[in-house]
């Protein structure tokens, strides 16, 4: 079947903030046999720059996108069990929480920490996606990916994806290279519980919960998520637009004594550095449920920037940019967006 390509596409409903704005072309992509002959066409066709696009929930547009969307939408879960070894693949478009819960219902232990992150499966390695103690990379086996200059799949292991925190080889050195097609993890049906953040302990607390399943986690993880982010279906956001900084110690020490009532709350990275909530810097800074016409922070968490209505993505990068400033002032910290910046 052939590919239909659109013309000056609304990408509204395609870009979790709702900000109102269009591509020069857009297509949709549900085989990795399409991509190889949309790439392989000589016309015109094929308009640079490109963009890929999942659910669009870590991106904000600031102005119209002169060249070509690709959105993809390949679905599918399939896996495999080994002993307590069990392998899971997931196509590029499926949305990433409805594999955590495929892989909940069937006793997948390894991403129950990373429910209710939005976005898609193919998107998930370009930023290392990662929550409440846990990170794609822990679970990684492999990746798919169209190799948009050479026209044909190239597998990706772990070590050549270039793990870091909220980043990756797609997302640097072979940005906009590179389209995810498919990804496979690593998971067991006997996973060690991660429960190293203090918030989910605290609810398991509350629903006295002593010796919690990888469903328990999944559902505390969510519970968490939905008492502190706003619901993109509703009001428009991305979740967390900036990400938490990493500080060396001797500059948490620094805060601390400068600071001396300020309770900082900081995860130890390694043995000489520490991340600082990013959101509670920005609170301390007076931002927490801000509004400046209809660009805002969220009331119940300061780290997610929102579209009341009708702002436009120029409002929220400047609102950012107030945001950053505060807290470089402040606290000598520069905050880096996590988010996408069009």
């Known amino acids: 079947m052939e590919l239909s390509v659109k013309e000056h596409f609304s990408l509204k409903q395609y870009n979790t903030f709702g900000v109102e704005t269009f591509a020069k072309q857009y297509v949709e992509i549900r085989m990795e046999s399409e991509l190889i002959e949309l790439f392989g066409q000589t016309t015109a066709l094929i308009q640079k720059p490109l963009l890929v696009l999942g659910s669009g929930s870590n991106v904000l547009f600031t102005k119209n996108f002169n060249g070509l969307v690709i959105r993809m939408a390949i679905p599918g879960i399939k896996h495999t069990v080994s002993g307590t070894d069990v392998t899971v693949t997931a196509g590029a478009g499926v949305i990433w929480n409805d594999l955590v819960w495929y892989c909940v219902d069937r006793n997948f232990g390894g991403i129950e920490n990373m429910a209710l992150i939005p976005g898609t499966v193919g998107a998930a390695p370009v930023q290392n996606i990662g929550a409440y103690g846990a990170e794609l990379k822990d679970v990684f086996l492999s990746c798919r990916a169209f190799d948009t200059h050479r026209g044909e799949v190239a597998t990706f292991d772990r070590e050549a994806c270039h793990f870091s925190y909220r980043d990756s080889f797609f997302k640097n050195k072979a940005k906009g290279r590179y389209i995810i ?162």
């Open 181 to 342: 097609t498919q990804v496979t993890l690593s998971l067991s049906l006997d996973a060690a519980l991660n429960t190293s953040y203090g918030a989910i302990n605290t609810e398991l607390a509350k629903r006295n919960i002593t010796d919690p399943t990888i469903r328990d986690i999944a559902k505390v993880v969510s519970a968490i998520r939905t008492n502190k982010l706003p619901d993109p279906s509703t009001i428009g956001n991305a979740g967390s637009f900036f990400k938490n900084p990493i500080v060396s110690l001797q500059h948490l020490k620094h805060l601390q004594s400068a600071f001396p009532d300020m309770p900082f709350v900081y995860y130890p990275v390694d043995d000489k550095h520490v991340k600082i909530a990013a959101g509670w810097l920005i609170e301390q800074c007076g931002w927490k449920g801000k509004r400046i016409g209809d660009a805002g922070t969220w009331k119940s968490q300061a780290l997610v920037l929102v579209n009341h209505k009708n702002a436009s993505g120029t409002d929220i990068y400047r609102l950012s940019e107030r945001i950053i400033h505060d807290v470089k002032r402040r606290f000598g910290i520069t905050l880096e967006r996590e988010v996408n910046i069009l």
